[in-house]
């Protein structure tokens, strides 16, 4: 899709920014918002909100109830109301604010502004959270932590507002939220056939562990219920006369830096980099604890395994591959312990029975798992580029339109509000 641009442009003297329609004009952010004092006091107001870098202000999700805040801790957190611009200044720098469409209550941290009523909110929405606007932030943000970078009060006020007339406001913000439907179709689209491709690739592999690749070897009943039946010549053993499992050691995060010695794992991989090691070899990681639990990883040198991370230690010669497919298609999570803190006792993990096949059958099942997993992983790495690049494009016509780069006036829309 291709669209024209407007006839006449001016030059908005910010460089950032760049020239804009010579129709349009540009203000400071002090005189186009006000920011809301309101605060709870005694009863919550609505829900607990959070800032989204793709999709804005909405509900804030917990892991679990343990993490939400009693109503006591909540005296003093923001209230935020429908239509009011919501900005986490911390958070700039991944688009963190956006305009409410609820009504609910913030972190003291952020700040909810109302909207002068020369600004359409929609298009006020896009604006600010365009990739070109978070550029213009990222000139202003203080700080050492990427995480923790924040724009001053002062800078903020100061902040160059684009305004075109509200007509061409509304034109534009109808434009892109059309567009955007449509791309976000597109994008959800590709994401499911990624869970899609995933569960066929997981399917495959965790029949070729369990059942081998001869479909005509003859089978015998296993005795487990998960596993159901396995080649007549393979043996069936608990899970510690196979390996030996411990789980690593304590590290703060204050040892572990972003560049170092030494990589160290947990239960989610790769966490960083220490200047010590505590494993050196090839091992298959399993997660112990919290949401982690059963995550299968894979560590290769020297590396520094924390306690998060359950070693596992071959006793007899193992394809690395194959053990640890076998422990990921087992679903290791369902044995966690049930706690405020979940987490998989060693003990319990070794008395699991799992089938071993010979070391040579082992390494002809892992030659062919690497063969259709690099399949499976190509067809994967193909959707996410194609979520990468409607994701860019998405990204590009906000940016384009709400600075008038491009020209939508004539956009065949829905009727604007």
């Known amino acids: 899709m291709s669209f024209s641009t407007y006839q006449e ?45 793709y999709r804005g202000i909405e509900i804030k999700e917990y892991a679990d109830d343990n993490q939400k805040r009693s109503e006591e801790n909540l005296i003093g957190y923001r209230i935020v109301h429908e239509g009011q611009l919501v900005v986490n200044t911390m958070w700039l720098n991944y688009a963190g604010l956006g305009v409410s469409q609820l009504e609910g209550h913030v972190s003291p941290a952020y700040r909810s502004y109302w909207i002068d009523s020369k600004l359409h909110k929609p298009f006020i929405h896009h604006l600010m959270r365009s990739s070109l606007y978070v550029l213009g932030y990222t000139k202003y943000l203080t700080g050492v932590r990427p995480n923790s970078l924040q724009m001053g009060r002062d800078d903020l006020m100061n ?40 569960e066929k690739q997981h399917s495959v592999i965790s029949r070729a562990v369990t059942k081998g690749i001869d479909s005509k070897v003859k089978m015998k009943d296993s005795g487990i219920q998960w596993l159901g039946e396995v080649p007549l010549h393979w043996d069936v053993v608990p899970l510690k006369y196979f390996v030996a499992m411990k789980s690593g050691e304590q590290i703060t995060s204050e040892q572990i830096r972003e560049e170092g010695d030494f990589p160290v794992y ?62 990921r298609s087992m679903n290791l999570g369902q044995y966690s312990t049930s706690a405020a803190q979940p987490g998989l006792s060693v003990e319990a993990l070794g008395n699991l029975r799992i089938p071993a096949p010979s070391i040579e059958e082992q390494n002809r099942i892992a030659d062919y798992l690497i063969i259709e997993a690099s399949k499976w992983e190509s067809l994967i790495e193909t959707a996410v580029q194609s979520i990468a690049l409607l994701q860019e494009r998405r990204s590009a016509l906000i940016s384009e339109a709400v600075t008038g780069q491009i020209d939508v006036r004539n956009y065949k829309y829905k009727e604007v509000a």
């Open 266 to 327: 947990g239960g989610n991989g790769l966490r960083g980099y220490y200047e010590k090691y505590t494993h050196d070899g090839e091992y298959p990681l399993i997660g112990r604890q919290g949401a982690l639990c059963g995550n299968i990883n894979y560590a290769n040198g020297k590396f520094w395994a924390s306690e998060h991370a359950v070693v596992v230690t071959p006793q007899r010669k193992t394809n690395i591959f194959f053990l640890g497919e076998l422990l």
């Open 159 to 198: 902040f160059p507002i684009v305004i075109p007339p509200i007509p061409e406001q509304k034109l534009i913000a109808a434009f892109l939220d059309d567009e955007i439907i449509k791309i976000d179709a597109l994008v959800a689209e590709q994401e499911k056939l990624i869970d899609l491709l995933k």
């Open 9 to 53: 442009y001016k030059n908005s003297g910010i460089d950032w920014l760049g020239k804009i329609p010579a129709n349009w004009s540009i203000d400071k952010f002090r005189h186009l918002f006000t920011e809301s004092s309101e605060k709870i006091e005694s009863e919550i107001h609505g829900e607990m909100l959070a800032v989204s870098g």
